[in-house]
């Protein structure tokens, strides 16, 4: 692993701006028409996953990395949301995202930091969680429920909550009623409760690549340890580690990771849960970036260039271009709902607009993060739509943050508490 290996990749940069905007026939006017938050924001190319690039080819051609505060800046004003590789492999199959985060990784190894993100990380370490200075305890949603543990019982499935829905008391409900659907289908399911460890997926988000790798151990220790085949989350955050990024590192084994849009949605394909509840409103979906582009499965592709000048692989290179992300079943999930109709955005899938929060930068540059929030509670509001439904708690923060900034009447839910009232 390194920045070396992408050596190719970042040379092949054609600053064609492909990276900054939604594929050209998706783009339905000047409104909407930008893919990536950061270049949208700051409005200067080294801002763009193209200027990025750029400036990792300089440094792997000079062997040197000049740090300012401007490349600081640059590096961590993203969200790595993954939405330029997504545009940009629309029509180019090269790397986008993987040289943009070891470039990230890069400077954490460095000793160039963000004060902000070291509390975070420091959190993690301290406290297990990515979520500094919270006052609960992980666990302290469950009391009273009478949930299995699944450190200590026999389950079939590992209902993971999260930190952000853990030890924040306004996601509790997320929890909560999952845990409830979870028990009407008869799931013989189980919770780590006080003893569920981070996933770790954040940390790597923000360059911290060891503090994941010892966080991913200790949890598919855990994990391994109870025997559980199955593993839900409703965290798209979550979701990306224990998918992903645990594959991508050899962790994940034959651990089958769902999301609680994929599971539900088998329950109801199964006769376990039959929504009924007539709830007559007209929603629009959010796809979550981890959940959608960046859920998309790890290719385990090995090979070797062939020498020459065009940049050709044997056997060709498999490229996560985001288009097998999780799209289908949190939309096949709001149609079973009785009542409700679906009013689509512009961006959707994987062109979808980042809610703001991941990357670091809800933790380092709040302003920023609530900034792409508002621009995409605008969107929402454009559909004609009384509410915004999504599938991460960490967007459903976000945008209620913005949303009570910017006075806007929009509503935001998580699909779990539509399904919930359905049921």
């Not at 026939?25 to 200067?44: E, L, Q, R, T, W």
């Not at 990230?104 to 930091?113: F, L, S």
């Not at 512009?346 to 920023?368: L, Q």
Request: net charge neutral; aromatic share 10%; hydrophobic share 35%.
């Amino acid at each position: 692993m390194g920045l070396e290996q992408y050596q190719g990749d970042v040379n092949m940069c054609c600053r064609c701006s492909a990276c900054k905007f939604i594929p050209m026939h998706k783009v339905m006017g000047s409104d909407y028409s930008y893919v990536c938050p950061s270049i949208a924001k700051y409005n200067f190319h080294a801002y763009s996953a193209g200027g990025r690039l750029n400036i990792i080819a300089a440094a792997l051609k000079n062997n040197e990395i000049n740090y300012t505060s401007k490349l600081l800046d640059l590096v961590k004003n993203c969200q790595m949301c993954g939405a330029c590789g997504a545009s940009c492999n629309f029509g180019m199959e090269m790397e986008v995202n993987e040289p943009i985060q070891e470039f990230r990784i890069k400077t954490v190894e460095d000793g160039h930091t963000v004060a902000a993100l070291d509390k975070t990380i420091e959190s993690l370490k301290n406290q297990n969680t990515m979520v500094p200075g919270a006052a609960a305890k992980r666990g302290d949603w469950a009391n009273g429920l009478n949930l299995k543990d699944f450190t200590k019982e026999k389950v079939d499935v590992i209902y993971h909550v999260g930190c952000q829905t853990s030890f924040n008391p306004e996601m509790w409900k997320l929890a909560q009623a999952t845990a409830r659907i979870l028990q009407k289908a008869g799931v013989n399911f189980g919770i780590g409760g006080a003893n569920e460890i981070c996933c770790g997926g954040r940390a790597y988000q923000m360059g911290y690549k060891q503090d994941f790798l010892s966080q991913a151990q200790k949890s598919m220790d855990s994990i391994k340890k109870s025997g559980a085949k199955i593993l839900v989350t409703g965290c798209a955050d979550c979701y990306n580690a224990f998918k992903v990024l645990y594959d991508q590192y050899d962790l994940k084994g034959d651990l089958e990771v769902l999301h609680t849009t994929e599971y539900f949605n088998r329950l109801i394909n199964e006769g376990k849960l039959k929504p009924s509840r007539n709830l007559d409103m007209t929603v629009t979906y959010h796809d979550p970036c981890r959940l959608g582009r960046l859920g998309e499965p790890w290719p385990h592709w090995k090979g070797e260039k062939i020498p020459g000048d065009r940049f050709v692989f044997n056997p060709p290179k498999i490229y996560r271009k985001g288009t097998n992300g999780v799209y289908e079943p949190p939309r096949d999930l709001l149609k079973s709902l009785p009542g409700v109709k679906l009013s689509e955005m512009t961006r959707i899938k994987e062109y979808a607009w980042c809610c703001g929060a991941g990357g670091g930068v809800i933790e380092s540059n709040p302003e920023f993060a609530v900034w792409t929030a508002r621009e995409r509670i605008e969107e929402a509001v454009s559909t004609g739509a009384e509410a915004m439904v999504t599938a991460c708690p960490w967007c459903e923060k976000i945008f209620n943050e913005a949303i009570k900034e910017s006075g806007s009447s929009m509503k935001v839910y998580d699909f779990v508490e539509l399904l919930e009232k359905s049921l």
